[in-house]
């Protein structure tokens, strides 16, 4: 099993299950995508370029994934989170029951087009 793989297994819950989910939406979205374990979260690369990262913020009680072409993407903005960031962008989440598929998959493919 890759870090990466370990990472998301090893959180509590209810981070793991959000990530889990996550998870299954990516790889199944991007069949194409690499899971890899950069800067110590799991890192997905699109075409050998960062593309998007998980991370479970247990202070702050979120799992954040961040974009690294975010501010291109246009679309879903009202979910958007980019303050204090100028190259990045994420999508914020507490619970299963605050992933929207749909939106997050939208956003998944309007960022992989930008490759």
């Known amino acids: 099993m890759n870090p990466a793989e370990q990472y998301i297994l090893n959180q ?22 690499e899971l890899k374990y950069k800067y110590k979260i799991p890192f997905y690369y699109l075409k050998g370029k960062p593309f998007c990262y998980f991370n479970a913020s247990h ?8 974009f690294v072409k975010g501010p291109q993407i246009k679309i879903h903005q009202e979910h958007q989170i980019t303050e204090n960031r100028k190259k990045m962008m994420s999508l914020r989440y ?22």
Not at 59 to 66: A, E, I, M, R, T
Not at 99 to 115: H, P
């Open 59 to 66: 202070k702050k009680q979120f799992v954040d994934v961040g």
């Open 94 to 115: 507490t619970s299963l029951d605050a992933i929207n598929d749909n939106i997050f998959i939208d956003v998944l493919k309007a960022a992989s087009e930008l490759y």
């Open 12 to 33: 509590p819950e209810p981070f793991r299950a959000i990530l889990l989910h996550l998870q299954i939406l990516v790889e199944q979205t991007l069949p194409e995508i």
